[in-house]
């Protein structure tokens, strides 16, 4: 179509998915009755596109950036190339500036942004508990500690796409499995059936769920697999130019190939295996859980995490990253197969909850020399002795400020007088600002007064990125933007790399949408992960008041056919 018909049609299409699905009805109703549906079912092999398909499936690539997607994406073989055949949105935008997990998985299916989920971080200081809260924790729980923290999902705000599918069907089942247990939490919500994740030798659940057959076969297998340990992985041809040793204080980068040590469960998840594990982990949910096997569409949430755990320790421009996605490549195209085999006439998604930069030491061999790690006078430690200096202000608990990590959130101690915690933030706000490496910083006050950005994300300003995931009720009393290319932390061999950043790098991700039929395409122009549920909504029919979201149904189907139109 007309570009000038396609801006009409994106400006157009909140309303229009909206209205179609009969969106204005106060409460929460299923679309088009079952009799407006074909009374006969499609075949597996060419299923109509006017019938809802039985299964929903989400993907999410712990920190893929678009970037990634765009070096590697001719490579692929496995299941991104059959991605690659659907509906390709490069620029998918998790628009908001706290570019971490939990913020990022919570946007996927909620479809609202952070500041709305409730989710600002990965954690945040509470000074009520004393301490920084895990975003999947309940620290009402008196069993629950920072180390080891009761996982739960009371912190999400907002429902999930699987929350309202079971509260318009009962019979809808909504089931997510991840190696982490905030993405899986994130991805399912609060009203799912089976929620697994990896916590230190096999796959977990909630306390006081128990551990269901699936779950206990595949640790099994899983155990045989360390106990018994590994070789090396395979360097395709195409990671060959990536494979060059890169110095790190006193380690190296870049040439690591992921051999397994009998009996190693310490570095397990970080290697392609993890994922492989929770590939197989998945497949084995479908039978358990019998997913998409009736009429009632259901929804599988699947977050692989080893993309992340490989970027954090070896960077993502050396061989670690190039093997590990030609096996995640394999490990997607397994997941899809198994599908396929039972019949599942499914929908699938692929995006990230964030995207990621290399190790600043590269980035610089790699023509990027501004990039550099932070300076250490800007960990919340350093900043409390300044600000105590400017101010006079001390804390009773020693340290006056908390946080500073990668959102940039940083908290008060509690116990200060209303006076005292006014001067505080004026002082570190002048600080702050006053540092190089310091792109903005602004106070709660501030971003409090400023509306939540919509429309086209690639454009919003840093106060509107940063207000994306503000809420004052977890976050920060002042917010920190370092410029492009400061990376937080000191580097371990586990950890070089991160995100976290308002910029680009960690903000873009890729959106690939797949169903068997459809007519693919490539649309370069940037939407977001709050796009995703409204998506998914339409295709089942699933209506949803307005407001609901603060994304947009897009329609994934490149033929006439409109899947926003139902
Ligand atoms: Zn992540």
């Given at each position: 179509m007309s570009p000038a018909l396609h801006a009409f049609r994106v400006a157009l299409a909140p309303l229009a998915c909206a209205l179609a699905l009969g969106a204005s009805a106060p409460s929460i109703a299923?679309?088009?009755?079952?009799a407006a549906m074909p009374t006969s079912a499609p075949a597996a092999s060419e299923p109509s596109q006017a019938a809802k398909p039985k299964l929903l499936l989400a993907i999410s690539i712990d920190q893929f950036s678009a970037d990634l997607f765009a070096q590697y994406r001719e490579h692929f073989t496995g299941g991104f190339a059959r991605l690659l055949t659907g509906a390709v949105f490069p620029q998918g935008f998790q628009s908001h500036a706290a570019t971490e997990t939990c913020p990022g998985h919570s946007t996927l299916l909620t479809g609202v942004h952070p500041s709305r989920t409730g989710i600002i971080a990965n954690t945040w200081y509470d000074a009520?508990?004393?301490?920084?809260?895990?975003?999947?924790?309940?620290?009402?729980d008196p069993k629950s500690t920072a180390k080891e923290p009761v996982v739960s999902n009371w912190h999400l705000k907002a429902p999930t796409l699987g929350d309202l599918m079971k509260r318009a069907n009962p019979a809808a089942r909504n089931v997510a499995v991840s190696a982490k247990?905030?993405?899986?939490?994130?991805?399912?919500?609060?009203?799912?059936?089976?929620?697994?994740?990896?916590?230190?030798?096999?796959?977990?659940?909630?306390?006081?769920?128990?551990?269901?057959?699936?779950?206990?076969?595949?640790?099994?297998?899983?155990?045989?697999?360390?106990?018994?340990?590994?070789?090396?992985?395979?360097?395709?041809?195409?990671?060959?130019?990536?494979?060059?040793?890169?110095?790190?204080?006193?380690?190296?980068?870049?040439?690591?190939?992921?051999?397994?040590?009998?009996?190693?469960?310490?570095?397990?998840?970080?290697?392609?295996?993890?994922?492989?594990?929770?590939?197989?982990?998945?497949?084995?949910?479908?039978?358990?859980?019998?997913?998409?096997?009736?009429?009632?569409?259901?929804?599988?949430?699947?977050?692989?995490?080893?993309?992340?755990?490989?970027?954090?320790?070896?960077?993502?421009?050396?061989?670690?990253?190039?093997?590990?996605?030609?096996q995640l490549d394999a490990t997607l195209g397994k997941l899809f197969a198994a599908l396929d085999q039972r019949g599942i006439d499914y929908a699938a998604v692929l995006t990230a909850d964030h995207g990621g930069i290399d190790a600043p030491e590269?980035?610089?061999?790699?023509?990027?020399?501004?990039?550099?790690?932070?300076?250490?006078?800007?960990?919340?430690?350093?900043?409390?002795?300044?600000?105590?200096?400017?101010?006079?202000?001390?804390?009773?608990?020693?340290?006056?400020?908390?946080?500073?990590?990668?959102?940039?959130?940083?908290?008060?101690?509690?116990?200060?007088?209303?006076?005292?915690?006014?001067?505080?933030?004026?002082?570190?706000?002048?600080?702050?600002?006053?540092?190089?490496?310091?792109?903005?910083?602004?106070?709660?006050?501030?971003?409090?007064?400023?509306?939540?950005?919509?429309?086209?994300?690639?454009?919003?300003?840093?106060?509107?990125?940063?207000?994306?995931?503000?809420?004052?009720?977890?976050?920060?009393?002042v917010l920190m933007m370092t410029k492009r290319g400061v990376v937080p932390g000191d580097p371990t061999p586990s950890y070089t790399a991160t995100h976290g950043s308002p910029w680009d790098y960690d903000r873009r991700v890729p959106m690939l949408f797949w169903r068997k039929g459809m007519a693919g395409f490539e649309q370069p122009n940037p939407v977001e992960t709050v796009d995703i549920a409204p998506t998914f909504a339409s295709l089942i029919g699933l209506a949803e008041p307005l407001g609901t979201w603060d994304g947009r149904c897009l329609d994934i189907d490149g033929s006439r056919a409109d899947t926003c139109r139902r």
């Open positions: 299923q679309g088009p009755p079952a009520k508990v004393g301490r920084e809260v895990y975003c999947s924790e309940d620290e009402r247990d905030r993405a899986a939490v994130m991805m399912s919500g609060h009203d799912a059936d089976a929620v697994y994740w990896w916590l230190g030798k096999g796959f977990t659940t909630y306390q006081g769920r128990s551990v269901s057959a699936a779950a206990q076969a595949q640790n099994a297998v899983t155990d045989k697999l360390i106990d018994a340990g590994a070789p090396a992985l395979p360097v395709p041809q195409w990671c060959e130019t990536v494979d060059r040793a890169v110095p790190i204080k006193d380690f190296t980068i870049g040439t690591y190939r992921f051999p397994q040590k009998a009996g190693d469960y310490k570095t397990f998840n970080r290697t392609p295996r993890i994922d492989a594990a929770t590939g197989e982990m998945a497949v084995r949910l479908v039978d358990e859980m019998a997913l998409g096997k009736d009429d009632v569409t259901d929804m599988l949430s699947v977050s692989f995490s080893a993309t992340d755990y490989v970027g954090h320790a070896y960077g993502t421009e050396g061989v670690e990253m190039c093997i590990q996605l030609a590269r980035l610089q061999l790699n023509g990027f020399p501004s990039a550099q790690r932070i300076d250490p006078a800007l960990t919340s430690e350093a900043l409390s002795r300044a600000v105590s200096q400017d101010t006079g202000v001390t804390a009773k608990s020693g340290q006056l400020l908390y946080g500073g990590g990668s959102s940039g959130d940083i908290w008060l101690a509690s116990g200060l007088t209303a006076k005292q915690q006014k001067k505080v933030v004026e002082a570190l706000l002048i600080r702050l600002k006053k540092h190089p490496q310091v792109a903005a910083a602004y106070s709660a006050q501030d971003l409090a007064k400023v509306p939540v950005p919509r429309g086209e994300p690639q454009d919003w300003t840093m106060l509107q990125r940063v207000r994306a995931s503000f809420d004052p009720e977890h976050s920060g009393q």
